[in-house]
Nanobody, 127 residues
């Protein structure tokens, strides 16, 4: 059984940086695309960044392009989200999620595609 655990959340000032980590257990990540989602109060959960199983393909929501970077270390079963130039509107509960795919270069930002989810953690950006 695959389990995902997020870490690294906290509070930061606007313009600051945070690095989130998603740790997987129970499987190897090579055939699992991983997506970071976030959900702000009163809003829909949205995909912000995804990484294909090989790490060769990534995609980002327009709202975070140029500020967030997703990366992964399959040997360590870790996927990271480096968040720079944080804004107040980045405040949300952040989740990592994943699905199995034989295509090592495929990932999506669509929540309906996900098969496993972490429990989420709150990121607060405030002065």
């Amino acid at each position: 059984q695959l389990h995902l655990t997020e870490s690294g959340a906290g509070s930061e000032q606007p313009g600051g940086s945070l690095r989130l980590s998603c740790s997987a257990s129970g499987v190897t990540l090579d055939y699992y695309a991983v997506t970071w989602f976030r959900q702000a109060p009163g809003k829909e959960r949205e995909g912000v960044a995804c990484s294909s199983g090989s790490g060769s393909s990534t995609n980002y929501a327009d709202s975070v392009k140029g500020r967030f970077t997703i990366s992964r270390d399959n040997a360590k079963k870790q996927v990271y989200l480096q968040m720079n130039s944080l804004k107040a509107e980045d405040t949300a509960v952040y989740f990592c999620a994943t699905f199995f795919t034989f295509n090592p270069d495929f990932c999506v930002l669509t929540k309906a595609t996900m098969e496993y989810w972490g429990t989420g953690m709150l990121v607060t950006v405030s002065s």
